[in-house]
């Protein structure tokens, strides 16, 4: 399990980082937005990978990662993926601004010639 929620994140942030370094404004939209799924995976992860465990401490029961998920990784990830959908939302109406605007969306305001 551990080895596929890595090589997911590493995944994601390799593809996030090579778009992010693309001359169009929309790959770097979308490099950044894998980026963020990269570490949100990451936070996610960090809460302890177990199956069919419940967050919620019984009676009874030590107050360990053995017996129970850490609730509060899967908050902040929670927290996360709203703030980064309403942010990736405001960029790219920016974006759509900037490019009826100017003409075209590459990051430096030059056009590549054909």
Same mark, same amino acid.
């Given at each position: 399990?551990?080895?596929?929620?890595?090589?997911?994140?590493?995944?994601?942030?390799?593809?996030?980082?090579?778009?992010?370094?693309?001359?169009?404004?929309?790959?770097?939209?979308?490099?950044?937005?894998?980026?963020?799924?990269?570490?949100?995976?990451?936070?996610?992860?960090?809460?302890?990978?177990?199956?069919?465990?419940?967050?919620?401490?019984?009676?009874?029961? &030590?107050?360990?990662?053995?017996?129970?998920?850490? &609730?509060?990784?899967? +908050?902040?990830?929670?927290?996360?993926?709203?703030?980064?959908?309403?942010?990736? +939302?405001?960029?790219?109406?920016?974006?759509?601004?900037?490019?009826?605007?100017?003409?075209?969306?590459?990051?430096?305001?030059?056009?590549? &010639?054909?």
């Amino acid at each position: 399990m551990e080895l596929v929620v890595s090589l997911a994140v590493g995944l994601l942030a390799a593809a996030g980082t090579w778009l992010l370094l693309r001359p169009r404004t929309f790959q770097v939209l979308i490099g950044l937005a894998l980026l963020s799924y990269a570490v949100n995976l990451f936070i996610f992860s960090v809460g302890s990978l177990a199956l069919a465990k419940e967050p919620i401490v019984h009676a009874g029961l &030590p107050a360990d990662l053995a017996h129970y998920t850490d &609730p509060l990784p899967q +908050a902040l990830v929670l927290t996360a993926i709203v703030i980064g959908f309403a942010t990736t +939302a405001l960029f790219l109406v920016v974006l759509l601004a900037l490019r009826g605007l100017s003409g075209g969306d590459h990051v430096d305001g030059r056009e590549e &010639p054909p």
